[in-house]
């Protein structure tokens, strides 16, 4: 009975996380996935960093294309993920620059098949996308548990990045769940 309940919980804050998304025109959401990729840009944990490990955005998630273009001008490593076929899990790959990736059948852009695999995420950051996060740093993703299970044996700096109208005070979350050390939106920057 209260697993049903979690999962109805879970859809809810899916769906309004995604119509408060799709409600955004597209020059306010400019605006505020600017600020939030200014205010990314100003974690010293991420200017000492050398790798990067970040997402593509999709068209609702917050633009991290800039952010990505960014680190590479400043020779950072920089690592995006690509899902393992036929499997809940997912990998990190090397690139130069933005083109070195492509679109996938579902929109989601992923390292081309030439760029290499990251084996060593020493001094990294992880930027990871959510539809919500919660004050304690847990995240609603997108239910397919990707970032999950990647999260599960991850070392490095987790950073979430949100807009302020998707932070909720506590969302329900599981005992493997792991939560992000740093959650990032337009307004602050909060640390767990």
């Known amino acids: 009975m209260q697993e049903i309940n ?24 400019k605006e505020l996935d600017l600020k939030i990729i200014n205010n990314l840009l100003n974690l010293d944990e991420v200017k000492k960093s050398t790798v990067i490990l970040s997402y593509i955005s999709t068209q609702i998630e917050i633009e991290t294309d800039c952010f990505l273009t960014k680190m590479l001008m400043q020779n950072k ?26 679109k996938q059948s579902f929109g989601v852009r992923e390292p081309n098949k030439n760029c290499p695999k990251l084996d060593d995420f020493e001094n990294s950051v992880c930027i990871i996308p959510a539809l919500m996060f919660d004050k304690e740093g847990f995240r609603l993703g997108y ?15 987790k950073i979430g990045l949100c807009y302020q109208n998707c932070l909720v005070d506590k969302l329900p979350h599981g005992f493997f769940d792991v939560a992000v050390d740093i959650i990032v939106t337009e307004n602050e920057v909060i640390y767990i």
């Open 77 to 102: 490593c920089v690592a995006v993920p690509k899902c393992v076929e036929n499997t809940r899990n997912m990998n990190f790959y090397m690139i130069n620059s933005l083109s070195d990736t492509f």
């Open 6 to 29: 979690i999962k109805e919980l879970k859809n809810s804050y899916r769906i309004k996380s995604k119509e408060y998304r799709k409600s955004l025109d597209s020059e306010h959401k």
């Open 143 to 157: 239910g397919k548990g990707y970032y999950d299970r990647f999260l599960s044996d991850y070392k490095g700096l």
